[in-house]
């Protein structure tokens, strides 16, 4: 029993280790990517790219914005309100000051009996407002008093747009703003992907001519030890031991610098990758596969549709937008109507209150003369739209003089590939047959480095050729919305 758990333990351990060598075999800070897995990243990680969604997240807060206006507007509040126990007094007459006293009064009401004998002393109580002694009596009466209490009331009040020309189109204006917006976030996508895939290129690139050069050095430096040996039983001279340790130090600076280069060109990747620069970046593609795989002569006989051009379908967003702003400057030839409803629920009030808890009603505005300023505003509106029908058409001008440009160019690139790919396999050959020459004592060095030269040359002739059939394919390609 006590082997069995022993072996248990050892075969957990084992297992524990097992998983660790297995999961640290590609550590966190490491990224294996081919080309279509580069392009996918950049897509999810680009910060640049985060900045114009956000601005699609923005636009549609933009567009909610310009529905909701429309919209049920409702709004409350409250207030409350002390008057400190004023008394409000009301004065039918001369109020309780009044100069007349009693016998002032009597004196009144003698004169007015007088002048009406059939009046009785209850009449002239009742009608005395009616006789010429109005004021005189009326001096008489007291004084009423009314006392304003606290005050609080929560009101709700309710809008509701009935009609406007200019919301409509605001609304049609805002959806435009968004597609716009949206537009734009594939434009830039569509340009991080070409970034991308040119860094990427670059990156092969640059690591297939450091190879070359690499396999250049490492064969002359082999001769240059040959040489050397050659040199000490007399057989070659000092100057041919000096003039191909001349190229080969040459050499060791030109793979230094591709080095460099190719760091250079890792940052760029990373960057674009949104990676950090302690990233490593392993690529799995192989040049030779992604050049044959593009079937870049295909693309010379592919047609182009202006419509599929996302900088053309961005030009007719925003023609379609100066179309709208017409629209929205006309409509202010026309009414707008709108409804409203206020409710206010009296929390405390006074005796002396004559606001109403309902009120419900219409309003109405109507334009009617501006001085001329409507006319020059769809004037303007006018213009701009037309100008933005001619940039249209200019727009499509250019697209289709690009599409021609950009078949030229790849043809051209083409043309030049094959030259340089036969280039390349001359010189391969007239340098071994130099050097064969050399070895043999049948040349001379200088015949050897000049080779050697020409090998070089020919070899970075092709790289470039083969960099710029890629370039132009992918011009082309970014051009007919492809990529």
Same mark, same amino acid.
């Given at each position: 029993m006590?082997?069995k758990k022993i072996i248990?333990?050892?075969?957990l351990l084992l297992s524990?280790g097992l998983?660790?060598?297995v999961?640290?075999?590609e550590?966190a ?9 580069a392009? @996918?990243? #950049?897509l999810?990680?680009n ?5 114009a969604?956000l601005e ?7 567009n909610?914005?310009a529905i909701?206006q429309?919209l049920p =507007? ?5 207030d409350y309100s ?8 009301f004065?039918?007459g001369?109020?309780?000051?009044s100069?007349f006293g009693p ?9 007015t009996?007088? &002048? ?5 002393a209850g009449d002239l &109580?009742?009608?005395g407002?009616n ?6 009596l009326?001096?008489m009466?007291?004084?009423n ?5 606290d /005050?609080?009331t ?7 747009l ?5 919301y409509?189109?605001?609304? =049609?204006?805002?959806?435009l703003?968004?597609l716009?917006?949206?537009?734009n976030l594939?434009?830039?996508?569509l ?7 040119g860094?990427?290129y670059l ?5 297939e001519?450091l190879d070359?050069v +690499?396999?250049?050095?490492?064969n002359?430096?082999?001769t240059?030890a040959?040489?050397e ?11 041919d031991?000096?003039q191909?340790?001349?190229?080969v ?5 030109a793979?230094?610098?591709l =080095? ?7 940052n760029l990747?990373?960057? /674009?990758?949104g990676?950090e620069?302690n990233v490593d970046?392993?690529l799995?593609?192989d ?5 044959t795989?593009?079937q870049a002569e295909? #693309?010379?006989? &592919?047609?182009f549709n202006?419509?599929d051009n ?10 379609e937008i100066?179309?709208k702003?017409l629209?929205l ?7 707008t109507?709108?409804g409203?409803y206020n409710y206010?629920?009296?929390i405390?009030t006074t005796?002396f209150?004559?606001n109403?808890n309902?009120?419900v009603?219409l ?11 409507r006319? #020059?505003r769809?004037?303007q509106?006018?213009?701009d ?8 058409d200019i727009m499509?001008? /250019?697209?289709l003089?690009?599409? +021609? ?9 083409l043309?030049?590939f ?13 340098? @071994?047959?130099?050097r064969?020459?050399f070895?043999q004592g049948?040349a001379?060095s200088l015949d ?9 040359d020919?070899?970075?002739?092709y790289m470039?050729?083969?960099?710029e059939v890629m370039?132009a394919?992918? /011009?082309?390609d +970014?051009?007919?919305?492809?990529l």
């Open positions: 006590k082997n248990i333990l050892f075969t524990m998983f660790t060598r999961t640290s075999q550590p800070d490491k990224m294996v990517l081919n080309l279509q897995g392009v @996918d990243h #950049a999810a990680f910060k640049s790219l985060k900045n969604r699609v997240e923005r636009s549609r807060a933009r909610w914005e909701s429309g =507007q409702v709004d409350g509040g409250m002390s008057f400190f126990n004023y008394q409000m007094e004065n039918f001369m109020g309780g000051d100069p016998e002032d009064y009597l004196e009144a009401f003698n004169q009996q007088a &002048a009406y004998p059939f009046y009785t &109580a009742v009608h407002a006789t010429h002694y109005d004021g005189v009326q001096s009466l007291p004084p008093f009314i006392t304003l209490k /005050q609080s929560a009101k709700l009040m309710v809008n509701q009935i009609f406007s020309g200019q409509i189109v605001g609304i =049609q204006t805002a959806k703003a968004m716009i917006s949206e537009q594939d434009f830039n996508e340009n991080i992907k070409e970034s991308v895939i860094s990427y990156v092969l690139i640059t690591e001519s070359i +690499k396999q250049n050095h490492d002359l430096e082999e240059l040959q040489t040996i050659m040199f000490r039983t007399g057989m070659a001279e000092q100057t031991v000096d191909i340790r001349i190229t130090n040459q050499l060791a600076n793979t230094t610098s =080095q460099r280069n190719l760091e250079l060109n890792y990747l990373r960057f /674009q990758l990676l620069t970046i392993q799995t593609d040049l030779e596969m992604l050049f795989a593009m295909t #693309a010379l006989d &592919a047609p202006v419509e996302l900088t053309y379908k961005i030009m007719k967003t925003q023609e100066n179309r702003m629209g400057e006309q409509w202010n030839y026309a009414p109507i709108t409203f206010n629920a009296k405390l005796d209150d004559m109403p309902h009120m009603g309003s109405m505005g109507v334009p009617i003369f501006s001085s001329g300023m006319k #020059a769809v004037d509106a006018k213009i739209y037309n100008m933005a029908q001619v940039n249209r499509e001008d /250019q697209l003089l690009q599409e +021609k440009q950009y078949k030229f160019n790849l043809q051209n690139s043309d030049n094959f030259t340089q790919q036969e280039n390349v396999e001359v010189a391969q050959r007239v340098y @071994d047959s130099y064969r020459k070895e049948m001379t050897l480095t000049q080779a050697n030269g020409n090998y070089l020919a070899e970075n002739n470039t050729s083969i960099m370039n394919k992918l /011009q082309l +970014k051009l007919m919305n492809n």
